[in-house]
Nanobody, 119 residues
């Protein structure tokens, strides 16, 4: 099992920045993907940023140029750096770790951290 705890969410003014953190505990062996998702009010959860175990990263098109993803090399910490925040970025942000073992995927979620962008 992997336990994930997100932190760093806050109320921030438009144009501001935040860094979200995701701390992992438990067995992180076999973790292949480390991702950030978000769920805005009344909307489905959507993929924001991805990191694979070889360090490659990808930011979904909607957030390219404003968000970056980073993590440590032992898969215990994952970060989402957010710049030039907009009111539309208001959402609960979740980290998700994916384990690939024996050809089967298991996914683990944190409880989420609230980001509110408002003046």
């Amino acid at each position: 099992q992997v336990q994930l705890v997100e932190s760093g969410g806050a109320l921030v003014q438009p144009g501001g920045s935040l860094i979200l953190s995701c701390a992992a505990s438990g067995d992180v062996s076999g973790i292949y993907t480390m991702d950030w998702y978000r769920q805005a009010p009344g909307k489905q959860r959507e993929l924001v940023a991805q990191m694979s175990n070889d360090g490659k990263t990808k930011i979904s098109d909607s957030w390219k140029g404003r968000f970056t993803i980073a993590g440590d090399n032992v898969k215990r910490l994952l970060f989402l750096q957010m710049f030039s925040l907009k009111p539309d970025d208001t959402a609960v942000y979740y980290c998700n770790f994916g384990r690939l073992r024996d050809g089967a995927w298991s996914h683990y979620w944190g409880q989420g951290t609230q980001v509110t962008v408002s003046s």
